[in-house]
């Protein structure tokens, strides 16, 4: 494992910093940064400290700051320690500069404002905890989007990530031997998405999972037979009610979450066009 000092440096939290870092070290195999992060970086003499970091563990800088002194003044540090530095924002803010014929605004942190943006994500994330595991069903039709689907499938985890997004997100579980709740009969508001897995893969999971739990009963639960019984008795009610299908087996909730998004996007599209 090849080890380097990583410096990012940030005049806000650091978020994009890292989120930029993640994305591009999963690319190469063997490497493990050793990550300084340095946010709220917005003075000269906080930015002393950085470069004081830099030059005692010298490595990779990546930065977000746009105050024009401040950067010129890392920079100049970062060619003096001969060491590599890239401004992440100035590839995106170039193009969008050149192509909206306007100037940025150059104003720290400016993603973390309390807009209206901000405030419905709050409320999208209250709603998908209030609405966790088949709760709250009197007021399912407010929700954004449905999951539904057999146990283990990622529907919680899921439905978190895309609250966090301002998609108000609700998920209910397929039990065997339970109907479905007559709630999901006729609702017409939100997008309802049926989730499914590869039946081997869900009973490792579910082995694990009681592992975890301390619990070493063999029930029907992680038996290979039953769980196959199970997903394939939800295929068949999602086909019968006509709802989209995504199998998680080979998706992280990351992408498992993009797709949703991209459904719903193209769900509020025609609902517009034919408004």
Not at 150 to 167: D, E, H, Q
Not at 171 to 196: C, Q, R
Request: one cysteine or more.
């Amino acid at each position: 494992m090849k080890s380097f000092h990583l410096h990012l440096v940030s005049d806000a939290t650091g978020e994009t910093n890292n989120a930029v870092a993640r994305a591009c070290f999963v690319q190469f195999e063997d490497v493990e940064p050793i990550e300084h992060n340095w946010s709220m970086i917005r003075t000269e003499r906080q930015l002393e400290k950085v470069i004081a970091g830099i030059k005692a563990n010298p490595g990779v800088v990546l930065f977000t700051i746009l105050d024009k002194d401040l950067r010129k003044y890392l920079e100049n540090a970062c060619r003096e320690l001969s060491v590599p530095y890239i401004s992440v924002l100035d590839p995106v803010l170039d193009v969008l500069a050149n192509y909206l014929h306007a100037k940025a605004r150059n104003l720290p942190g400016r993603q973390h404002a309390l807009d209206a943006e901000y405030f419905a994500r709050i409320e999208a994330m209250d709603f998908v905890m209030a609405h966790d595991d088949g709760q709250a069903l009197v007021d399912l039709s407010k929700a954004d989007v449905v999951l539904v689907g057999v146990s283990r499938t990622s529907k919680s985890p899921t439905c978190i990530y895309l609250g966090n997004r301002g998609i108000k997100a609700a998920n209910v579980p397929l039990v065997p031997g339970l109907k479905l709740p007559e709630e999901l009969d006729n609702l017409e508001g939100p997008l309802i998405i049926g989730l499914t897995n590869d039946p081997n893969v869900l009973v490792q999971i579910r082995r694990n999972r009681l592992r975890m739990l301390n619990e070493t009963r063999n029930t029907e639960y992680i038996d290979p037979e039953a769980v196959k019984a199970e997903v394939a008795a939800a295929r068949r009610l999602f086909s019968e009610r006509g709802w989209p299908v995504l199998d998680v087996s080979r998706r992280s909730i990351e992408e498992t979450a993009a797709a949703i998004m991209q459904m719903v996007a193209e769900r509020r599209g025609k609902q517009k066009i034919t408004a």
